[in-house]
Structures are given as C-alpha cells and as structure tokens.
C-alpha cells in the first residue's frame, strides 16, 4: 500500500509561486507514475501534471503548461510541483496522485490512471 502525503499549499496573490511536496511512503515510489490533479469548488478532479518514471518524462495540461513544473526525487520518495505565475482560476484543492503499474510506459491524464491518492493541499490565489 502507498501512501502520499500532500504539503505547500496556502494563499499567494496573483503572479505568485508556491511548491507543493508530495511524500510517498510504502511501494516502489521510482518506478510510479505520479501525478497532480487539481479540483475547484463545485468542478470536477482534472489533470494538472504527470511525470513518468522515465528522467524527463513529464506531462502538462493546456492551462498549466509553461507555468507549472513537475518533478521528482527517487531518493527522497518525493514529487514536486513548482507553480509560477499563478492565477485566481489555479484556486484549487490539490492531489497527488500515484500509478501503481511498475515501470509503466502509459502516462494517464484522466483520475482513474491512477491508484493511490493524497488526501489534497489547498492552493488559494487571489487577486
């Protein structure tokens, strides 16, 4: 069983950064898929960010691409998403997610690509 421990969330003003952390415990966190969903108030989970296990892998939604960084550290079992840029639409609970097939190749953009789910950091960007 895995499990992911979300951090980094708060409020930030427009044009702002914040890093979210997601710690992973239990599993084979190098060989996981992790992924980033993100969910606003009365809007459905969507796909933020992917980052296979492949170095340099990594995968983007249209509205968070040239803003958001993913990125990982096999060593310290961890995932990172470093947003810039932020904007009021990028108010959202925040979840880590992971993919339990080892070395998969397959990277998913939908919610049920994945296993394992943090319980979620919430990210609130005003203007």
């Known amino acids: 069983q895995v499990q992911l421990v979300e951090s980094g969330g708060g409020l930030v003003q427009a044009g702002g950064s914040l890093r979210l952390s997601c710690a992973a415990s239990?599993?084979?966190?190098?060989?996981?898929?992790m992924g980033w969903f993100r969910q606003a108030p009365g809007k459905e989970r969507e796909f933020a960010a992917a980052?296979?296990?492949?170095?340099?892998?990594?995968y983007y939604a249209d509205s968070v691409k040239g803003r958001f960084t993913i990125s990982r550290d096999n060593a310290k079992n961890t995932v990172y998403l470093q947003m810039n840029s932020l904007k009021p639409e990028d108010t959202a609970v925040y979840y880590c997610?992971?993919?339990?097939?080892?070395?998969?190749?397959?990277?998913?953009?939908?919610?049920?690509?994945?296993?394992?789910w943090g319980q979620g950091t919430q990210v609130t960007v005003f203007s």
């Open positions: 997610a992971a993919d339990r097939r080892a070395w998969a190749w397959t990277v998913g953009r939908t919610s049920d690509s994945y296993d394992y």
């Open positions: 239990g599993g084979t966190f190098s060989s996981y898929i």
């Open positions: 980052i296979s296990w492949s170095i340099g892998s990594s």
